[in-house]
């Protein structure tokens, strides 16, 4: 069967999702402040993993043709970000290790350019930095990660 909050395939452990430990049939009006807790979670990691697919079609289709970067770069820059949108929504602790050292590698990037930039256009990957890692690295993300919430 297939969760309705973490859309994973899962046989269910007396009634729980393996992955995200909610029950897949409970409505969400009546979740607890845990389980809404790790429903936003899920939601966030969702949310950023279809911002790589996004990244991985749009700006990198635009780089590639406008040939603003070289062929090989704008296609690899593509290929990252399918392999990382296609991780995360696997919810794989890979896809996680893989996220969080993209945007602590972007994020150091977007700093120390910031400082050579006339026009600070470098804020904004800072910021998409900063709501990705928020959104990520946080005990109960690494949790769903590590398929560590049911016993807790």
Same mark, same amino acid.
């Not at 970067?69 to 970000?81: E, Q, R, T, Y």
């Given at each position: 069967?297939?969760?309705?909050?973490?859309?994973?395939?899962?046989?269910?452990?007396?009634?729980?999702?393996?992955?995200?430990?909610?029950?897949?049939?409970?409505?969400?009006?009546?979740?607890?402040?845990?389980?809404?807790?790790?429903?936003?979670?899920?939601?966030?990691?969702?949310?950023?993993? %279809?911002?790589?697919?996004?990244?991985?079609?749009?700006?990198?289709?635009?780089?590639?043709?406008?040939?603003?970067?070289?062929? @090989?770069?704008?296609?690899?820059?593509?290929?990252? @970000?399918?392999?990382?949108?296609?991780?995360?929504?696997?919810?794989? #602790?890979?896809?996680?290790?893989?996220?969080?050292?993209? %945007?602590?590698?972007?994020?150091?990037?977007?700093?120390?350019?910031?400082?050579?930039? @006339? %026009?600070?256009?470098?804020?904004?990957?800072?910021?998409?930095?900063?709501?990705?890692?928020?959104?990520?690295?946080?005990?109960?993300?690494?949790?769903?990660?590590?398929?560590?919430? #049911?016993?807790?």
């Amino acid at each position: 069967m297939r969760c309705n909050f973490c859309h994973q395939r899962v046989e269910l452990i007396n009634g729980h999702c393996p992955v995200c430990s909610l029950k897949p049939f409970k409505v969400v009006k009546d979740f607890s402040k845990d389980e809404k807790k790790i429903r936003t979670k899920l939601i966030g990691i969702f949310f950023i993993a %279809y911002l790589h697919l996004f990244i991985a079609l749009v700006p990198t289709t635009l780089l590639y043709f406008n040939d603003i970067w070289p062929k @090989n770069l704008a296609i690899s820059l593509g290929v990252l @970000n399918i392999f990382i949108w296609f991780l995360l929504t696997k919810l794989s #602790l890979l896809g996680y290790r893989i996220a969080i050292a993209f %945007y602590f590698c972007f994020g150091m990037v977007s700093v120390v350019t910031i400082q050579r930039s @006339n %026009y600070g256009e470098n804020a904004i990957g800072i910021i998409i930095c900063l709501l990705a890692i928020y959104l990520l690295a946080n005990q109960t993300s690494k949790s769903i990660f590590e398929r560590s919430l #049911l016993g807790s």
